[in-house]
Antibody, heavy 121, light 107 residues
Framework: QVQLVESGGGVVQPGRSLRVSCAASGFTFSTYAMHWVRQTPGKGLEWVAIISHDGSHKYYADFVKGRFTISRDNPKTTLYMEMNSLTPADTAVYYC??????????????WGQGTLVAVSS | DIQMTQSPSSLSASVGDRVTFTCRASQSIGSYLHWYQQKPGKAPKLLIYAASSLQSGVPSRFSGSGSGTDFTLTISSLQPEDFATYYCQQSYDIGHTFGQGTTVETK
């Protein structure tokens, strides 16, 4: 069955960096676009970034553009998010989600369990 | 950017009730509208995709309708496990925007 498992969250000081990962299994990872979505405490869902199936196209929400970098390793079936210049506003549960075989049009059929990133001094 | 607006933000209902809530897009998104259910401490779960298609394994009491800018999600007979927050999402453009959610609470 499709499984997405995030890791790498934790407590980090403002201005520092963190990398979160998402290990995928149960499907042909290299054929799907992948997303990061975050949920701030007590609030709703925010789309963060997308990467195409082959890693050639990447798009970001304005609030992370220039600070976060999405990447993937298809042989390792793993998705990453490198987060730099973190601020308290970035405190959230970060979910990876499977998109479709195109960048748009498809729903998020599978989600990981989430990893909590807390930015605090 | 496409904005998604859900209403109401919360509603109180009882088991067996028929409940309907709405999602409005700031511009036409065709049928690229999806609904998710989220329970506390859990990841969202896809219920309805492409406005009206039921995701595999989702009970038939859930249904969706609409196109363009106005969409609805209906639960025909609310069950105890349906008390949760429901989000709509557009995938018409790269922003994949979510609505702010509608929370279904016990009356």
């Amino acid at each position: 069955q499709v499984q997405l498992v995030e890791s790498g969250g934790g407590v980090v000081q403002p201005g520092r960096s963190l990398r979160v990962s998402c290990a995928a299994s149960g499907f042909t990872f290299s054929t799907y676009a992948m997303h990061w979505v975050r949920q701030t405490p007590g609030k709703g869902l925010e789309w963060v970034a997308i990467i195409s199936h082959d890693g050639s196209h990447k798009y970001y929400a304005d609030f992370v553009k220039g600070r976060f970098t999405i990447s993937r390793d298809n042989p390792k079936t793993t998705l990453y998010m490198e987060m730099n210049s973190l601020t308290p506003a970035d405190t959230a549960v970060y979910y990876c989600a499977r998109g479709g075989q195109q960048l748009v049009r498809s729903p998020f059929e599978a989600w990981g369990q989430g990893t909590l990133v807390a930015v605090s001094s | 950017d496409i904005q998604m607006t859900q209403s109401p933000s919360s509603l109180s209902a009882s088991v067996g009730d028929r409940v309907t809530f709405t999602c409005r897009a700031s511009q036409s998104i065709g049928s690229y509208l999806h609904w998710y259910q989220q329970k506390p401490g859990k990841a969202p779960k896809l219920l309805i995709y492409a406005a009206s298609s039921l995701q595999s394994g989702v009970p038939s009491r859930f249904s969706g309708s609409g196109s363009g800018t106005d969409f609805t999600l209906t639960i025909s007979s609310l069950q105890p496990e349906d008390f949760a927050t429901y989000y709509c999402q557009q995938s018409y453009d790269i922003g994949h925007t979510f609505g702010q959610g509608t929370t279904v609470e016990t009356k």
